[in-house]
């Protein structure tokens, strides 16, 4: 069964960055397509970030220029690299990948953007 260690979370001043990392274990990382989802209190579960096997990307419009997904499939982990961070990214973050017929999530890293 996937396994999935997420890091990088933690409490940040607005204006600054994080990176997120999840590392995988007990499957061939390469072939996933790797997700970074986020949830805040109340709100329904949203995607922020994909990045394909082949490497393409893909943004929503309420990070598009701040947040950057990033792959290394040697190290079986994606990253989320995230700037310019704003009160409203405070959420719980969580990565996810997904196959056909496979989908599994990792278990969430809270981020808090909060002078």
């Known amino acids: 069964q996937v396994q999935f260690v997420e890091s990088g979370g933690g409490l940040v001043q607005p204006g600054g960055s994080l990176k997120l990392s999840c590392a995988a274990s007990?499957?061939?990382?390469?072939?996933?397509?790797m997700s970074w989802y986020r949830q805040a209190p109340g709100n329904q579960r949203e995607l922020v970030a994909t990045?394909?096997?082949?490497?393409?990307?893909n943004y929503a419009d309420s990070v598009k220029g701040r947040f950057t997904i990033s792959r290394d499939n040697v190290k079986s982990t994606t990253y989320l690299q995230m700037n310019s961070l704003k009160p409203e990214d405070t959420a719980v973050y969580y990565c996810?990948?997904?196959?056909?017929?496979?989908?599994?999530w990792g278990q969430g890293t809270q981020v808090t953007v909060s002078s």
């Open positions: 990045i394909t096997s082949g490497g393409v990307t």
């Open positions: 996810r990948a997904q196959r056909t017929n496979f989908d599994s």
């Open positions: 007990r499957i061939i990382f390469s072939i996933y397509t």
